[in-house]
């Protein structure tokens, strides 16, 4: 969910997408290559994400992943259950009685 969310603002290749989750969680979430690449995998097998060569900002070549329309779809289908997932156990972690 958290890589279809950065691709929903625009395509990055693996280390950008890894540097964002990093800075946007504060440095609390640390994607390492060998769980990001497997995921971006995966996604790019199921169809929601495409991929395609270019060059980087350190002018390398790079795979760059953009987010499909399945893609959106899903990361509108899986916030809907994390939202719900998430007041579930706030009223959980917040019940005194």
């Known amino acids: 969910m958290l890589i279809l969310r950065t691709l929903q603002i625009g395509?990055?290749?693996g280390y950008a997408i890894a540097?964002?989750?990093r800075a946007a969680s504060n440095a609390f979430l640390q994607v390492e290559e060998g769980t990001l690449y497997p995921a971006l995998h995966r996604l790019e097998r199921r169809g929601l994400v495409a991929a395609k060569w270019g060059l980087s900002?350190?002018?390398r070549r790079a795979k760059y992943y953009t987010l499909t329309r399945?893609?959106?779809k899903s990361l509108q289908?899986?916030?809907t259950v994390w939202r719900e997932m998430h007041r579930a156990?706030?009223?959980i972690m917040n019940n005194t009685g």
């Open 11 to 13: 395509s990055r290749h």
């Open 19 to 21: 540097r964002h989750l």
């Open 57 to 59: 900002e350190a002018n």
């Open 70 to 72: 399945a893609g959106r």
């Open 77 to 79: 289908a899986q916030t």
């Open 89 to 91: 156990m706030d009223s």
